[in-house]
């Protein structure tokens, strides 16, 4: 894709308003409620569409001005597909979902102008300040995505523009490969028999801050990981990386060799570069502040024991 604005013919600039009206269809998930509540705050009037209210996904789709999908990935594109005839010229289309290649391309199929939103943030957040929003206007006048965009920089969002194709590789990277790798050490710790609260009592700042990443994805739901993993396109390339390096190490520890861990190491700091000293400095302040939390935490529960003993 060419400039990120447009793709094929882009529609006359609308001019859409805070008196334009919103339907979130899926509005009753963490993420539905969230842009919906998000939307209401500029004053527009918002709909919420879902299995078990009063407005239906057909009838919110033929009414409103701004059509948001906010379903789960599994659904999102039949979900557009069954309801893009019901579309119309002057409508925007947006989705929420954690890949662009195929909703967007559902999304093109009819008269309105579209852009894919991917939040790189969880349904309950407090802020908006801080958080980045990857956006894929494909479908928009330029005035018009000028505005949407400045709905979401005004609370703070930092908005990265990208193609949908784009998008998807990135989350290969950014999903995918860490949560493939984050499971593995769940998986493990599982095949091994290993009592993660017997660790606990060994560890390091960094393995709690690393162990607190892991147990922070089994606290949440399965099918949503298991989307993001079975439906990126790009899948593929991170298992073969990730087997290859496997095999690797141990090939490494089968012959005994240091100096093969240590020059595969250094390869892959080299190719980090500089990332690596600013990430070091980043991560020891976190380190620092999971000391404080984790003794805050102890002297608590402590104090908790002791008033019910």
């Known amino acids: 894709m060419g400039d990120p604005n447009f793709s094929g013919s882009a529609p006359l600039s609308l001019h859409w308003s805070t008196d334009s009206?919103?339907?979130?269809?899926?509005?009753?998930?963490?993420?539905?409620r969230l842009f919906a509540n998000f939307f209401k705050d500029f004053g527009f009037p918002v709909g919420i569409a879902d299995l078990e209210t009063p407005l239906?996904?057909?009838?919110?789709?033929?009414?409103?001005?701004?059509?948001?999908?906010?379903?789960?990935l599994h659904q999102a594109a039949e979900t557009i597909r069954r309801l893009v005839p019901q579309t119309r010229p002057g409508q925007l289309l947006?989705?929420?979902?954690?890949l662009k290649s195929a909703p967007v391309?559902?999304?093109?199929?009819?008269p309105a102008s579209v852009v894919g939103l991917h939040p790189m943030f969880g349904g309950r957040i407090t802020t908006f300040t801080g958080q980045?929003?990857?956006?894929?206007?494909?479908?928009?006048?330029?005035?018009?995505?000028e505005w949407l965009r400045g709905l979401f920089t005004s609370r703070g969002i930092s908005v990265k523009e990208c193609a949908p194709e784009e998008h998807d590789r990135m989350m290969s990277i950014i999903q995918v490969l860490f949560h493939l790798t984050t499971m593995l050490i769940g998986r493990a710790i599982r095949d091994l028999g290993i009592d993660i609260v017997e660790t606990m009592e060994y560890t390091s700042p960094s393995y709690r801050i690393e162990m607190n990443l892991v147990g922070r994805i089994f606290?949440?739901?399965?099918?949503?990981y298991a989307a993001i993993t079975q439906m990126n396109p790009h899948s593929g390339e991170i298992f073969s990386?990730?087997?290859?390096?496997l095999e690797a190490y141990e090939k490494f520890y089968n012959a005994g060799s240091l100096d093969g861990f240590m020059k595969d190491f250094e390869l892959s700091?080299?190719?980090?570069?500089d990332f690596c000293k600013s990430a070091y400095r980043e991560s020891s302040e976190l380190l620092d502040f999971s000391v404080q939390l984790a003794h805050k935490n102890n002297k608590n529960g402590n104090q908790e024991k002791t008033s019910n003993g």
């Open 21 to 32: 009206s919103i339907a979130v269809i899926g509005g009753l998930g963490e993420m539905g």
């Open 56 to 72: 239906t996904p057909e009838q919110a789709i033929r009414e409103a001005d701004i059509v948001i999908f906010a379903v789960p």
């Open 94 to 98: 947006m989705d929420l979902t954690s």
């Open 105 to 110: 391309r559902e999304m093109l199929e009819s």
């Open 132 to 145: 980045t929003l990857a956006a894929c206007p494909v479908r928009i006048s330029p005035a018009d995505w």
């Open 219 to 224: 606290a949440q739901n399965p099918g949503l």
């Open 241 to 245: 990386a990730l087997k290859e390096g």
């Open 269 to 273: 700091a080299r190719h980090l570069g």
